[in-house]
């Protein structure tokens, strides 16, 4: 089983940009769909994108349909999370989740390894 790192949260103003990264280690990484959830205090843990084990399908929540991409790199066992545009909303704990199988989906029951998440802020 995959085990999972986050890294590239922080604090950034409205309309700002950040980049985080997943890395996974094991050598099966490129069997596992890959996602991306998160958490607001007082909230439950909600999708906001996936991508299939070989990047060529990807799926986004609606409130961040052409703000954020998701892409991975199989050969460095790492999925990126690019967010633009970014919204006081946005603020939340973002985590990297593993899923064995080709396809992503929006369920947190379906996967299989999470990461321990990273605080993103977005200062209004």
């Known amino acids: 089983q995959v085990q999972l790192v986050e890294s590239g949260g922080g604090l950034v103003q409205a309309g700002g940009s950040l980049r985080l990264s997943c890395a996974a280690s094991?050598?099966?990484?490129?069997?596992?769909?890959m996602a991306w959830f998160r958490q607001a205090p007082g909230k439950e843990r909600e999708f906001v994108v996936g991508?299939?084990?070989?990047?060529?399908?990807?799926y986004y929540a609606d409130s961040v349909k052409g703000r954020f991409t998701i892409s991975r790199d199989n050969a460095k066992n790492t999925v990126y999370l690019q967010m633009n545009s970014l919204k006081p909303e946005d603020t939340a704990v973002y985590y990297c989740a593993a899923k064995r199988g080709r396809v992503a989906t929006g369920l947190v029951y379906n996967y299989d390894a999470w990461g321990q998440g990273t605080q993103v802020t977005v200062s209004s």
């Open positions: 991508i299939s084990y070989s990047g060529d399908s990807t």
């Open positions: 094991g050598r099966t990484f490129s069997s596992y769909a």
